[in-house]
């Protein structure tokens, strides 16, 4: 499975349960890649979502403890073990590992990020005081490795650059 997450250059991620950053190239790219394809997320991320729901176009599988909390078009986990019995599921059905994208947020990347062989990082130039959510710098982790790295863009003076990590030995999330 892949991770796909935006970082500053202190890898926060959030602040006050909102994105550090709406960067337009950055989010049509997300669409792009995860149009079609199964995204996780926790139930704190989709709230940050338009309407507070779930991402069109995508199958969503939104992680919460909330034995009574139903989202319409998601699909809910209460825990890793029903998710990766949705993941099998999805499996059986065709979709591949590459298909599945962890999207956030911190809780949710620090405990698939283990299952994960990709994560693709969208590395801003910047960095947001009193952020209060990151993402372990992937530079320091022994079992990724960085594959490669984009030019630097820019929009409406925000420079970013994207970068694809590799972790060759991901646990298996297949029962
Ligand atoms: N920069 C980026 O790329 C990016 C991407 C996504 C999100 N974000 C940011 O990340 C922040 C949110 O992250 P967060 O860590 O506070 O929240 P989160 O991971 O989105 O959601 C946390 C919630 O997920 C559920 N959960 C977590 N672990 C679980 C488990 N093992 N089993 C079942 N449910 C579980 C719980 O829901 P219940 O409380 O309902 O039980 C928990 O409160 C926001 O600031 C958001 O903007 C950034």
Redesign the pocket.
Known sequence: MNL????DMNWA????????FRIRTDLRRFKELTRDNIVI??????Q?FPGGKPLAGRINLI????HD?DIEDAIM????DE?FAELNRLNFEGYDDSQIYV?????????LMPYCSKALI?YIHASVEDA??HLPDFGRLTNWIMQDKSEIMSENSIEFEYRTYINPDPETWHI
Do not use: M, N
């Open positions: 796909i997450a935006a970082v991620i959030g602040k006050q349960d909102e994105l550090l997320c926790g139930r704190r991320t989709v940050t992680l919460s403890r909330q909390l986990c209460r825990d890793q998710l999207i956030g947020g911190a809780s949710i990347y620090k405990l969208t209060d959510c």
